[in-house]
């Protein structure tokens, strides 16, 4: 856990950091206000203990800054004055707790860990998993009762571990959490510990709980050593494994997580299988490009090389430098690279070059011809037809199946149907599809139906869900809305009406996909790069030829670009220029692909606007993690001008384009649209009385109730003055009257806490309007609503 101490007291910041440091916590300590808040701002941190009286910016003012900035972190305030008004300050101003200097080190340290334990789960003392515990009061770690001797970083990264027993930690999060500002390690380091904690873990019992989850980095996975010990459906192991969680998290929750964890090993084992088929599938590809280097080598023999054949036996040995290490023959990527070097030279080769070169040659043969015989025996595997979208259908109706079939069959869309829960949830565990359209009532319990679509809502990205049900009841719309589905229809139907919501919701969740674009002229390089990408949720556009790269560039919108360097008719640093040219496109983040290493390339590449470069043969670890990077940094920049900074909802602008799509898509359909317009009222005059940190506090409040009611596919926004836009698309007003009910109810109860320790209720304007009949254009239905405000409270 990482801990930010802010204090201007020498020696009282350097007893703090020992007692601590000696609990295992990483401490980064800075003497002023200031300072501290521009390390909230580059870091996060499980913790944030502040002095009162800062120089620069003092204690409670930081704190405000931090809770009107939208930090969360729990926050532990000192102070020397025994005041209850310094106090009563300090907790308005947003701090968890408040100590009274001089500090108990005991009490400080009980504190820290009751705030840590608070979060977005509620958690017991003991971190407990199966018979894994830490005690973190006495920094004790036992397994079956047995004493566990760990270093101060094993020690902390089991706690992070436990504490997160879902999420996946890169190297990077990890050093983020676990090192401090001034001792900063290397990856490896990082590696290090992972692998000596789970020595220690497996020679106590706990074998391979750590998983290295391919391409992202490491998670806390018990179920490994369950399966090997029972299956995945030995359901006493399952069960008693749940109840010694449920000590902490509730059984049901437990169930869920352990339902949506992907295996790491079936994705490793599926890349593989995918490589192996590669390889077979273009086996032949790679002994035509090792039959020129052999007829190169006899024209050498004979002294009859030309320079069109050595120019052809370079560029064969460049490609096959590419793709050998991928299919991890990494001394052929090695001799295919010296062959290329040595025919690279300018001038005649020597005589020790010669001999060189065909014993460079032989050598290569005799891997690609070894591979070759080895994948006859080792898989047989087919290569996977690209589909561009995915679709999946649960219902035992086969003939809906069939009719769906038919209706994209043109389109290069394909359906796939399972007929009962059991194994849509299998499936489901490492597959995540665009569209599901489940039969809610017709393929197993519906308790594990509803399960199945809270999951699929939850992941991320979300997987939109059509639901089918038997009644068209008011109280069903608002249970599957509330569990995340995106659309509904009544049963019976038929296959032309699933179709029509499906593409509707289709196009509204399309941004929620990451969608990539390959352009490299080796077929074998773009076929590798789609069983490294996929099972990521990543879809990848293959293009081998560079001159139809505008064209597919418009009709597929990609979130990123992949360039190889070298490329015949238009190189990769062409295409990157054109791109960089073009106002829709300067934004797109662009990773290279190459296989030399020299700096001139390099240079090149971000000369011309590139944001990343991989060398070849591509590992896909790496590509994986600089794909994830560029998108996060791109999704940041969209976010600062899409959504508004104080509540994280989409702002006045975007929010009105979201509005004008889902009215243009109702009016496709005869589809009505609900716009609910809900303002806080008097925000000027709270501002005046209380102050604009109070004001604040209200918007953000508010932002995160309507993120909670509303998160199955409606526009939300904040159009500024304290009002709040909800667009939500077919429900009726009476629907959508009846589901803002609840959320009403909700702030009505809120109670806001002044700077000065006044205690205020806020009031809550509403209106629902519908399209079309209340008005045809957002400007039009908002006129409408502005005469129909409600007021509640």
């Keep these: 856990m990482r801990i930010l101490l802010i204090e201007d007291e020498e020696i009282l910041a350097s007893v703090l950091l020992k007692s601590l440091t ?76 408040y100590l009274i200097k001089p500090l108990d080190l005991e009490e400080l340290q009980a504190r820290i860990r009751a705030l840590i334990r608070r ?62 500002f001034d001792d900063p390690p290397q990856e490896e380091t990082v590696k290090s510990h992972i692998k000596y904690l789970r020595q220690k873990l497996k020679a106590a019992g706990a074998v391979d709980w750590i998983e290295n989850v391919y391409g992202l980095g490491y998670r806390l996975n018990p179920g490994r050593e369950q399966g090997r010990q029972g299956g995945r459906g030995a359901e006493g192991q399952r069960g008693s494994t749940s109840t010694t969680l449920s000590d902490r998290r509730g059984a049901e929750e437990q169930g869920e997580e352990e339902k949506s964890r992907i295996s790491n090993r079936d994705v490793e084992q599926q890349f593989q299988q995918a490589m192996g088929g590669l390889w077979k599938q273009y086996q032949g590809l790679m002994v035509q490009r090792l039959t020129v280097l052999q007829e190169l080598a006899t024209a050498l023999s004979g002294k009859t090389l030309t320079q069109e054949l050595r120019k052809s036996g370079e560029r064969e040995a460049h490609k096959l430098a590419g793709v050998l290490g991928m299919f991890e023959q990494d001394n052929g990527t090695l001799l295919a690279r010296q062959i290329e070097q ?56 086969l003939q809906l199946g069939s009719q769906l079939q038919q209706l994209v069959e043109c389109m290069g869309i394909c359906w796939q149907q399972i007929s009962n829960l059991e194994d849509a949830k299998n499936f489901l565990q490492t597959t995540s599809p665009d569209l599901v359209v489940l039969n809610i009532d017709d393929i197993g319990w519906r308790k594990e139906s509803l399960a199945l679509l809270r999951d699929l809502a939850t992941r991320t990205p979300p997987v939109p869900v059509l639901v089918l049900a038997a009644t068209d009841e008011l109280v069903e719309r608002v249970t599957f809305a509330q569990y995340g589905a995106r659309g509904f229809l009544v049963k019976p139907v038929t296959a032309a009406q699933v179709w029509d919501v499906s593409s509707q919701i289709l196009q509204r969740t399309r941004s929620l996909r990451v969608n990539i674009l390959a352009v490299d002229d080796d077929p074998l390089i773009l076929a590798a790069l789609r069983p490294m990408l996929e099972p990521w949720g990543m879809r990848m556009t293959g293009l081998e030829n560079p001159l139809r790269f505008w064209e597919v560039l418009q009709s597929t919108k990609p979130d990123l670009l992949i360039l190889d360097v070298e490329m015949p008719h238009i190189n990769g640093i062409e295409l990157c220029r054109a791109v960089r040219t073009d106002p829709q496109w300067q934004e797109l983040p662009i990773v290279f692909l190459t296989a030399h290493r020299e700096m001139e390339t390099v240079q090149q590449v971000f000369a011309v606007g590139g944001d ?35 509540t994280g909802l989409t702002n006045q602008f975007q929010s009105n384009r979201d509005l004008q799509h889902l009215i243009a898509q109702a009016e496709k359909n005869q589809q009505s649209v609900c716009l609910a317009i809900l303002s806080v009222t008097d925000l000027r005059q709270i501002n005046i009385k209380y102050g604009h940190q109070a004001g604040n506090q209200v918007l953000q409040r508010w932002s995160r109730l309507f993120q909670s009611a509303f998160c199955s596919g409606e526009v939300l926004g904040y159009w500024g003055n304290g009002e709040f836009v909800v667009g939500v698309s077919g429900l009726t ?41 209340d008005g045809l254009t957002i400007q039009s239905l908002y006129q409408a609503a502005a005469g129909r405000n409600i007021v509640s409270g």
């Design 22 to 97: 000696k609990q295992h916590y990483v401490v980064d300590v800075v003497q002023d206000g200031q300072m501290g808040w521009e390390y909230t701002q580059s870091t996060n941190y499980d913790l944030l203990l502040i002095d009162v009286g800062l120089p620069k910016l003092d204690g409670i003012t930081l704190c405000q800054r931090l809770r009107s900035g939208g930090c969360f972190t729990p926050i532990l305030l000192m102070t020397a004055k025994d005041g209850s008004r310094e106090r009563i300050q300090g907790l308005d101003a947003g701090a968890d707790d």
């Design 119 to 180: 979060g977005d789960r509620p958690c017991t003392p003991i971190l407990e998993v199966g018979a894994l515990r830490l005690d973190p009061s006495s920094c004790e770690v036992t397994y079956n009762n047995k004493l566990l001797e760990l270093t101060a970083k094993e020690y902390s990264l089991l706690e992070l571990f436990l504490r997160n027993p879902s999420r996946v930690f890169s190297r990077g999060d990890i050093i983020e959490h676990l090192w401090t």
């Design 342 to 397: 040595i025919l690279g030279k300018d001038g005649d080769l020597s005589v020790s070059e010669k001999r060189q070169l065909l014993g460079l040659i032989e050598g290569l043969g005799n891997i690609i011809n070894l591979m070759g015989q080895n994948v006859d025996y080792q898989t047989s595997a087919a290569i996977a037809p690209e589909i561009s979208t995915r679709l999946i259908l649960i219902d035992p109706n």
């Design 612 to 646: 990343d470069y991989v060398i070849k043969p591509v590992v896909g670890a790496e590509l994986l993690a600089r794909i994830t990077h560029r998108l996060e940094r791109s999704r940041l920049l969209q976010s600062l001008s899409t959504k508004d900074p104080l």
């Design 733 to 773: 007003k009476t629907e959508v009257n009846h589901r803002l009910s609840e959320i009403l109810t909700t702030l009505r109860q809120q109670i806001f806490t002044a700077f000065k320790g006044d205690r205020f209720q806020v009031i809550c304007n509403f209106t629902v309007v519908e399209y079309p009949n």
